[in-house]
């Protein structure tokens, strides 16, 4: 076998290791919708999912601040799992709104046609739930976790 097949197999086989990685990694993980028009759309389950993810990145930020004192290796520990915990609730919440509302529910309006202004406040609040679960991610400041809920609250609106 030349150069070309050893490369295109070592290329196949990395390809297939990071396939198997990801769906050990995301085993039994609903994902927010697929990328197929299918129409098939729940907003509301969509939108009690986000505020489910915001009240466990509150939790999270809760049980972070009270283990914060302790210097034992089970509150090592403890707060290590909980700081994962609110970063994974954070990314669903932005792989939720980047991959499926943003994706399925906001249609582009053109800039002066009907509806432009209506389709740049839909953009503004969905982009505002995703800069919202960001900082909750950077930080453990309960404030953070209220604004994402806040944020949430204002992007169902549209829904």
């Not at 297939?16 to 995301?26: E, K, P, R, S």
């Not at 609903?30 to 759309?41: L, M, S």
């Not at 009690?48 to 049980?63: P, Y």
């Not at 249609?107 to 009907?114: L, T, W, Y």
Request: some cysteine; charged content about 20%.
């Amino acid at each position: 076998m030349n150069r070309y097949g050893m490369i295109s197999l070592s290329m196949i086989g990395s390809t297939l290791l990071v396939a198997a990685g990801f769906l050990a990694i995301h085993q039994g993980k609903a994902e927010a919708h697929c990328q197929v028009p299918c129409g098939i759309y729940d907003d509301a389950a969509r939108i009690k999912h986000l505020k489910e993810d915001a009240a466990t990145v509150a939790k999270a930020i809760a049980s972070i601040t009270e283990l914060a004192g302790k210097q034992d290796a089970q509150a090592f520990n403890q707060a290590a799992r909980w700081v994962a915990t609110k970063e994974a609730h954070a990314s669903d919440i932005i792989s939720t709104v980047s991959e499926y509302f943003l994706t399925q529910k906001v249609k582009p309006v053109a800039p002066g046609a009907d509806g432009y202004d209506a389709y740049l406040k839909k953009l503004a609040d969905h982009h505002a739930v995703m800069v919202a679960a960001m900082k909750a991610k950077q930080s453990a400041d309960p404030a953070t976790a209220a604004a994402l809920d806040k944020a949430i609250d204002k992007l169902a609106t549209h829904y």
